[in-house]
Structures are given as C-alpha cells and as structure tokens.
C-alpha cells in the first residue's frame, strides 16, 4: 500500500482543496492508497478571504510553522502531494528545500498562480518570485494541471511530465432535480464576494432580461451588494450542505470572465456544478470555458452583451430548450467530468509513483 502525504491548501471549506483532493479521498482509498491530509490554512482563514478581510498575520504565521512540521515527517511517505505550493508569497528555495527526500512529488494547479507573481504589480515581487512555479514545476515528478493553458505553462517551465486531469464533481451529490411547477425562469450564479466582481460587466443585461421576462437571479455565495441595482436579485450564503439544493432550483447557469491571462487558467468548477444539475449554462468563452461548453448542445458561449442577452431571452423563452441542454450537459459530465471516471485515473498515477518511490530525489 503507497503512502501518501496530501499538503492541500485549505480544508473542506476551501473549493480548490476540496475538490481537486478531498473529495476523491474514498476513491483513493478503494485502490489501496493511504492518504494522510495536512492543510496549510484553516478554515477561520478561508472564512476571511472569502469576506474580503484580511487574514491575520499571526495566524497565517503558525500555518507556515504547522507546514514545517508536517514536512518533517515527510520520509515516512511514498509520496508527497502538493496543492500548488507550500509556501505561498516566499521563494522556492523555501519549498524546493523542504521537499528534497525519498518520496516522489506530485503538485496540482488548477489555475494560473503563477500570474500573481510574473504578472504582479510590484517590480521585486516579479523578480522575486516570477519564476517560483516554474521552478517547482520543473522539480517535480509529476505536475497535474485542470486544463490546457496550465500546461502549456508546466510544458514551458521544462517539467518531467504533465497530466490533465480535469475539475470534476460527485455525481451521485451533484444530480438533476424537477422544477417546481409555475416557478419564474431563475438564472444561478455560484461563487464568493470577491469572485462577484465578475458579474458587473454583465449587470446590464441581466437588468434588461429581468425587466422583460420578469426572471430572477439567484446568486450562492455572493454578498448582498452583488448586483445592486438589478430587479429580482437574491443572494444566498453558500454552505456545502445547501449548495447543490440551491443549483437544483435554478433553470440556467452563468460564467462570466475577462478574458485575461489569470482567467484563462481557470477550470471552469461553477459550469461542472451546473451542469452536473442538469441545467444549460451561458458563459464566456474564456479558457477552459470553450471546451466545456459545447455551443447549442451544452449551453452557449457569449463574449459581448448582444450575444448575453440573446442567449438568455433564448433560455428564458423555451424551457424544452432548457431542458434539452441540460439534459446534454450531464451526460458530459458523467462521461468526463466526474469522480467516477477521474478518481481512477489519480489513484493509478499515485500508486504508479508510490512503487517509484526513492528514484529521484527533489532538485536531482
């Protein structure tokens, strides 16, 4: 049985820890994997940035001291798994030297981190820390990445191997539900405050849909100034016992982005979720986003207001539209884009590294 030491970001509460390791934590171990988990912040931390606070200095001090200790133990491991970095806003030397042992590296991105260094405001923070990723890029065995332009990146910066695996959802929690009867149309948009800011450039087509569908917009996880202005607004907390139900009552999912060079490295989690619930989505066509979303069959890609509001008086319009869109939309995301047919293949890339335990050292 390999061992293997999970060094995930957050915990549960944090979406990119949570999805791209903890939920395939019961998979992994099915395959005959041992897996020990080690976050790097808690949830008090995750809490503030999601509310657009300030962690605390101190706080984020004692994560750094835990994740010392947590490496200390690291030659009991067959297998170190990183999630991005260990030590966000230092240099890698800091990592690279806390990683230099027997067990094998395996560091997974599922978006552009490295652009909040090379493309930082700051000149010493780009000099400084630019090439930081790349660097353990290059120093691991395997590199995961959640879609194409990340790996272009680990491709560039000269790592050994790269694997795609994508952003994935439980289908057995994330699954289609009946509509109530006579409801409004109601558009869905999941994420943070912070990610809300997404939204704005669309605010006026949405206030135009509204006023002529009457349609509602429900939006999990944003703060209730979200769309200030816009008729029908309803902002909900997010929680993880609640979310899916929240998904599950809306008719239509929405994914606007900037098309800039952090964007393009995400995954597209919130059009998975939706889609998973069986419901059409509209999005821009953004990164990873164009290949999710399959236009006409899936949902549809907008990248001006025009092609957004035809798009959503279209949905709004024609609920068997709806309905068959979203009925494509799932079958993608079981046959591609689901715990069931990605955890295998983790669990085989894990258990290939544990049995090449001791080959290469970090940095060799």
């Known amino acids: 049985m390999a061992r293997v030491l999970l060094l995930a970001r957050y915990g549960a509460l944090g979406a990119s820890s949570r999805v791209r390791s903890?939920?395939?934590?019961?998979?992994?171990?099915?395959?005959?994997l041992e897996v020990?988990?080690?976050?790097?912040?808690?949830?008090?931390?995750?809490?503030?940035?999601?509310?657009?606070?300030?962690?605390?200095?101190?706080?984020?001090?004692?994560?750094?001291?835990?994740?010392?200790?947590?490496?200390?133990?690291?030659?009991?491991?067959?297998?170190v798994w990183v999630e991005k970095e260990l030590f966000p806003w230092l240099p890698a030397w800091a990592d690279l030297a806390l990683l230099r042992g027997g067990a094998r590296l395996l560091v997974d991105y599922d978006d552009a981190v490295f652009h909040r260094y090379d493309a930082h405001r700051r000149g010493f923070v780009r000099r400084m820390l630019g090439g930081k990723i790349d660097a353990v890029m290059r120093a691991a065995d395997v590199?995961?990445?959640?879609?194409?332009?990340?790996?272009?990146?680990?491709?560039?910066?000269?790592?050994?191997?790269v694997e795609l695996l994508p952003t994935v959802v439980d289908t057995e929690r994330y699954a289609p539900s009946a509509r109530a009867p006579g409801a409004p149309f109601t558009l869905g948009w999941i994420g943070t405050p912070r990610t809300a800011r997404y939204l704005r450039p669309i605010a006026p087509v949405l206030a135009e849909v509204a006023a002529a569908t009457s349609a509602r917009l429900v939006l999990i996880g944003a703060g209730p100034e979200a769309l200030a202005g816009v008729?029908?607004?309803?902002?909900?907390?997010?929680?993880?016992?609640?979310?899916?139900?929240?998904?599950?009552?809306?008719?239509?999912?929405?994914?606007?982005?900037?098309?800039?060079?952090?964007?393009?490295?995400?995954?597209?989690?919130?059009?998975?979720?939706?889609?998973?619930c069986g419901k059409p989505v509209v999005a821009s066509p953004v990164g990873v986003n164009a290949e999710l979303v399959e236009h006409g069959a899936t949902g549809f890609l907008?990248?001006?207001?025009?092609?957004?509001?035809?798009?959503?008086?279209?949905?709004?319009?024609?609920?068997?539209?709806?309905a068959r869109l979203g009925a494509a939309g799932r079958r993608k995301v079981e046959a591609e884009l689901s715990v069931a047919a990605i955890g295998p293949r983790l669990a085989g890339l894990l258990c290939e590294l544990g049995a090449g335990r001791g080959r290469r050292a970090v940095g060799a």
């Open 36 to 79: 020990d988990v080690a976050s790097l912040f808690d949830d008090d931390y995750v809490t503030r940035l999601y509310d657009g606070r300030r962690p605390r200095w101190t706080s984020v001090a004692a994560s750094y001291g835990r994740r010392v200790l947590q490496l200390l133990a690291r030659g009991r491991y067959d297998v």
């Open 143 to 161: 590199v995961v990445v959640g879609n194409a332009y990340l790996g272009a990146r680990a491709q560039a910066a000269g790592a050994r191997r």
């Open 302 to 322: 907008a990248d001006s207001p025009g092609q957004w509001r035809e798009a959503l008086l279209a949905l709004a319009g024609d609920p068997q539209l709806c």
């Open 231 to 276: 008729a029908g607004v309803e902002a909900r907390p997010w929680s993880e016992d609640t979310e899916v139900g929240h998904l599950q009552g809306v008719d239509a999912g929405l994914m606007p982005l900037p098309d800039r060079p952090f964007e393009r490295g995400k995954c597209g989690y919130k059009l998975v979720q939706f889609m998973a």
């Open 22 to 32: 903890l939920q395939f934590l019961p998979c992994l171990e099915q395959h005959g």
